[in-house]
């Protein structure tokens, strides 16, 4: 079955970097556009970037220029690498094939604070 795991997340300093890692199976991530989504507590899961199976890349505008979304079809394996990141981006982080509601992971936890 379809099935996402998230790690890299932790704790850090607000301008610091993270980079995130999505282990993907159950399907061949090779054909499907791929997304990495975000819930911060007591808001709903909001889409923070995707990547097309041709590399053509979408970012919110509150991450756009701090965060890359790539993707390695080979490991299939997703990737979001976070700089300069704002306690604003505290939230957990889970991946999942773009515009699917299905399969959630258990996500990772991004948390930024001084």
């Known amino acids: 079955q379809v099935q996402f795991v998230e790690s890299g997340g932790g704790v850090v300093l607000p301008g610091s970097s993270l980079r995130l890692s999505c282990a993907a199976s159950g399907f061949m991530l090779s054909l499907a556009p791929m997304a990495w989504y975000r819930q911060a507590s007591g808001t709903e899961r909001e889409l923070v970037a995707y990547?097309?199976?041709?590399?053509?890349?979408y970012y919110i505008d509150s991450v756009k220029g701090r965060f890359t979304i790539s993707r390695d079809d080979a490991r299939s394996a997703v990737y979001l690498q976070m700089n300069t990141l704002k306690p604003e981006d505290t939230a957990t982080y889970y991946c999942?094939?773009?515009?699917?509601?299905?399969?959630w992971g258990q996500g990772t936890q991004v948390t930024v604070s001084s």
């Open positions: 990547i097309l199976k041709s590399g053509t890349t």
């Open positions: 999942n094939i773009w515009g699917s509601q299905d399969n």
